[in-house]
């Protein structure tokens, strides 16, 4: 396997089918390397940035779903294109089930803004910032020292107050990645310590 183009990726029961955003950010991870590297992938739906990081030559992958579909799909793909792989599954509600600390995390996250938390895999409620703030306050303490963060984050979702509340943290981002869609842009976030 040596190309995301030839993973035939399938969409979890009420989950997400790789999207405009998971393609910017899984073809944003193929220009890093991931070598013996501990990763995360939050929200891993089916299984795409998994992918890119294990094409990227990630030792370890954590995937995190709070949809047991996403969860199914995202292993059915790593036994059949990945067999070898070390790879664990944690259903959950971002890190609520998850130990320890990683090189590596990245999070395509439900950014839509929207009424009601209705639809897990795109509803963020209030300017779809939602499950994002949350993440933002829980993923420091998942981070190691040298760690990196790759956080999708819409023009919807005010990035400037999201780089703001980052650095609150005493984190650094810089975009490496972004589109232009009809209605929004796309940014890439590379987070890093300070
Ligand atoms: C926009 S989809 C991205 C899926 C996939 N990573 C991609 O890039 O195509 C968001 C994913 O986050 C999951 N999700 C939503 N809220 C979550 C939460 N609180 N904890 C863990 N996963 C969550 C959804 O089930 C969905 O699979």
């Known amino acids: 396997?040596?190309?995301?183009?030839?993973?035939r990726f399938k969409k979890?029961?009420?989950?997400?089918?790789p999207s405009d955003d998971s393609w910017l950010l899984a073809n944003a991870l193929e220009k890093e390397n991931f070598q013996g590297k501990k990763c995360l992938d939050?929200?891993?739906g089916s299984g795409i940035q998994t992918a890119a990081l294990l094409l990227g030559g990630a030792?370890?992958?954590?995937?995190?779903?709070?949809?047991s579909s996403a969860i199914f799909v995202t292993q059915k793909m790593v036994q059949t294109y990945f067999p070898h792989a070390k790879v664990e599954y944690v259903e959950g509600n971002l890190f609520e089930h998850v130990k320890g600390k990683f090189d590596v995390m990245v999070f395509?996250?439900?950014?839509?803004?929207?009424?009601?938390?209705?639809?897990?895999?795109?509803?963020?409620?209030?300017?779809?910032?939602e499950v994002i703030d949350k993440f933002m306050s829980q993923f420091p303490k998942h981070l190691k020292e040298n760690g990196s963060c790759f956080l999708l984050?819409?023009?919807?979702?005010?990035?400037?107050?999201?780089?703001f509340r980052l650095q609150k943290r005493h984190l650094k981002s810089k975009v490496v990645a972004q589109l232009k869609?009809?209605?929004?842009?796309?940014?890439?976030?590379?987070?890093?310590?300070e």
Not at 1 to 7: A, F, Q, S
Not at 59 to 67: K, L, M, P, Q, S
Not at 153 to 161: K, P, T, Y
């Open 108 to 129: 395509n996250p439900p950014y839509v803004p929207s009424d009601e938390m209705k639809w897990m895999e795109v509803d963020g409620g209030k300017e779809g910032r």
């Open 153 to 163: 984050v819409s023009s919807l979702n005010g990035i400037d107050d999201v780089q």
């Open 59 to 67: 030792e370890h992958v954590t995937c995190v779903d709070i949809n």
């Open 181 to 193: 869609l009809s209605f929004e842009e796309l940014y890439i976030l590379k987070i890093t310590p």
């Open 12 to 17: 979890p029961e009420e989950g997400y089918a």
């Open 42 to 44: 939050m929200g891993c």
């Open 1 to 7: 396997m040596t190309n995301l183009t030839h993973i």
